[in-house]
């Protein structure tokens, strides 16, 4: 039983499975099978096969695509986007896959495309992706050719036109309202919802924006159906994923695994666990925006709601580890730097807040903070937090920096009370 589709066809080399190689790997089996069916039927197949979306919300995708509206009444220009911005710091799964095997994401596109009626798609790639970009353009390039992509593709009267957009280079494009402005050509902010992209997306279209990994996942859940889809998770989640480790581990990576795969797994047995003498003091699950977990969780397994009921999110899978000779308060620092530099500037709170949030950490790992800098901490968390911004970017933000303010209080005290970071 096939139980790595997503990286069968990555070899060691770093070199793309061209078009010749991914069809003698069974390539385009499960967009062939898919112009067998009719598109309602794909969506309750993708919905029924429980996949949800791998860019770090984890919605089920089959039911995203089942609110694009459909009948004569509906639009007749509908797009299919793929978000591959990847730019959540500690997270570099989708490169992989657009780098080793981009005729993966061009099948599961064609199969959405075809699945909501979308005539054009986009790849909205991170602009350092340079390899990528030139792969995927290649890629298109070959299943033109050999009738994949194009018009009116096998004589079935569907016609598909696939482009590369190389994105500018901002992290709120990870929010897909503001990749369709980007896209668009205009500022890179989010848009007021409803109404959701599947009504009025790009230039007022119906359009669905997925992940790269999550469409990925497409061809071979429809080649070989919701029963071994289901059958490849080990927990509540179904299907496999690219997970990840960084920070002070020997083997730092990227792996697929069956969702629901433990985190001590991931960590000890893939990663090759902390470096000689060093020890496992947290870690953030999902990539830089999720709350800190501790070691008492690494039994924890990594599906979106065990993740989500132990108080942090899964995010990307992409876990970057914490040892016990790194600050804390550093860590967190360098994060929120990241977040102030990338926020739009639409939301006060977020505009003014992280950049404010930012000069209280440096204040106290430079050993001048003061005790009630903890509570202005707390206080800005709730500022930015769920229901006072216009996206999930402030929010997610404040994800490490609140959890490390109950997880590690004690280093932000000692910061404090010995008037410098006690890690120097």
């Not at 353009?137 to 190389?166: M, N, P």
């Not at 109404?195 to 061809?219: A, D, H, M, R, Y």
């Not at 580890?321 to 990241?338: A, I, R």
Request: glycine share 12%.
């Amino acid at each position: 039983m096939l139980i790595n589709p997503l990286t069968k066809n990555v070899t060691d080399q770093n070199v793309a499975a061209d078009l010749k190689r991914y069809l003698g790997n069974g390539g385009y089996e499960g967009w062939r099978k898919a112009h067998t069916m009719a598109p309602d039927k794909i969506i309750d197949l993708v919905k029924d096969g429980g996949l949800r979306g791998r860019g770090g919300a984890g919605f089920n995708t089959g039911l995203k695509w089942s609110f694009v509206p459909r009948g004569a009444d509906a639009p007749e220009q509908k797009f299919i986007v793929c978000n591959a911005d990847e730019m959540e710091p500690g997270t570099f799964k989708d490169r992989l896959l657009m780098e080793r095997d981009p005729h993966l994401l061009l099948e599961g596109m064609a199969i959405a495309a075809y699945a909501i009626g979308a005539s054009i798609g986009y790849i909205f790639i991170r602009g350092e992706y340079h390899l990528a970009a030139e792969r995927l353009e290649h890629a298109i390039e070959e299943a033109k050719t050999q009738g994949f992509l194009g018009t009116d593709i096998s004589a079935s009267g569907f016609s598909l036109e696939i482009f590369v957009h190389r994105s500018a280079g901002n992290y709120i494009c990870g929010e897909e309202t503001a990749l369709l402005n980007a896209l668009e050509g205009r500022r890179a902010i989010p848009r007021a919802k409803p109404p959701f992209p599947q009504v009025s997306g790009l230039w007022g279209k119906p359009t669905v924006v997925n992940n790269v990994e999550t469409f990925c996942n497409i061809p071979h859940l429809v080649e070989f159906g919701v029963e071994w889809y289901r059958g490849l998770g080990r927990g509540e989640d179904a299907g496999s994923k690219l997970f990840g480790v960084s920070g002070n581990v020997k083997n730092p990576g990227t792996w697929e695994l069956p969702m629901g795969t433990p985190i001590r797994e991931i960590i000890e047995q893939h990663a090759g666990g902390m470096h000689d003498g060093l020890r496992l003091k947290g870690l953030l699950p999902g990539g830089g925006s999720t709350d800190f977990l501790g070691p008492e969780h690494l039994d924890l397994r990594m599906d979106y709601d065990v993740i989500g009921r132990a108080g942090s999110r899964m995010g990307t899978g992409t876990i970057i580890v914490l040892d016990n000779q790194t600050c804390p308060v550093g860590l967190v620092l360098n994060l929120c730097q990241f977040f102030a530099r990338e926020s739009c500037g639409w939301c006060t709170p977020c505009r003014d807040g992280l950049p404010w949030i930012v000069k209280i950490l440096q204040r106290i790992e430079a050993g001048e903070g003061r005790s009630e800098d903890l509570d202005l901490l707390r206080e800005q968390c709730q500022r930015i937090g769920p229901g006072n911004t216009f996206c999930a970017l402030a929010p997610g933000a404040a994800e490490p920096l609140q959890s490390a303010l109950v997880r590690f209080e004690q280093d932000f005290f000692n910061h404090i009370k010995q008037h410098r970071c006690p890690y120097r």
